[in-house]
């Protein structure tokens, strides 16, 4: 019973930390999810889905920060670029805060 209170507090916390970068970075964000994810880390769908691994809940908050950032880059200058701007804004937003 304990575990499974632990495991929904880590979910909220997740999902408050998601809603607070999405803010500081302007996108919107409709859903978020946290499922089991056999090959990546995380989904974004253009209609402001996000889907995240619920292995990230056991990583380092530093990961779990990058992933985010990472997919809600993704929501604002979809899902093909992972080009120049990308990882430039990506490295900004991370150093930032
Ligand atoms: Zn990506």
């Known amino acids: ?49 996000l889907t995240f691994s619920t292995d990230l809940l056991n990583e380092p908050s530093v990961f779990q920060r990058e992933v985010i950032v990472h997919e809600l880059l993704h929501l604002k200058l979809g899902n093909g670029s992972h080009g120049k701007l990308f990882r430039t804004l990506v490295k900004a937003y991370l150093q930032q805060y």
């Not at 964000?29 to 989904?43: C, F, G, N, Y």
């Open 1 to 49: 019973m304990r575990e499974r209170t632990d495991e929904l507090v880590r979910r909220e916390i997740f999902k408050a930390e998601v809603r607070r970068w999405a803010e500081r970075i302007g996108v919107e964000v409709r859903e978020i999810h946290l499922r089991p994810m056999r090959r990546k880390w995380a989904s974004a769908s253009r209609r402001g889905r």
